[in-house]
């Protein structure tokens, strides 16, 4: 088992940053952000392969958030830039150790996930 700990959301106006955090309790192959709103389905906002440091990232985002990890523990990072309110949504922290989904943003790849943090942007 793997726990996830994410930190970092807030309210910001349109145009504004945040950077959240998740913190694994272990390794995992991939780890991956995702954000779901009231009513709607879970979807994949970035993912990257610790083993390979590739990253994918859904066309909503891309170009405004950025997915890293910590060198040195078992630390996401997801930078999130030019915030717009649409953004706005619980964001999730999700991580597998299976093979062969490394970059999947579907939420079924993904069997650890954290509680959520979230994010509020106004206009």
């Known amino acids: 088992q793997v726990q996830l700990v994410e930190s970092g959301g807030g309210s910001v106006q349109a145009g504004g940053s945040l950077r959240l955090t998740c913190q694994a309790s272990?390794?995992?192959?991939?780890m991956g952000w995702f954000r779901q709103v009231p009513g709607k389905e879970r979807e994949g906002v970035a993912t990257?392969?610790?083993?390979?440091?590739?990253?994918t990232y859904s066309d909503s985002v891309k170009g405004r958030f950025t997915i890293s990890q910590a060198d040195s523990d078992y630390t996401l990072f997801l930078q999130l830039n030019s915030l717009k309110p649409e953004d706005s949504a619980m964001y999730y922290c999700?991580?597998?150790?299976?093979?062969?989904?490394?970059?999947?943003?579907?939420?079924?790849?993904?069997?650890?996930w954290g509680q959520g943090t979230q994010v509020t942007v106004s206009s």
């Open positions: 999700a991580a597998t150790r299976d093979i062969g989904q490394e970059l999947s943003l579907f939420p079924r790849d993904f069997p650890y």
């Open positions: 272990g390794w995992t192959r991939s």
């Open positions: 990257l392969s610790r083993v390979s440091g590739d990253t």
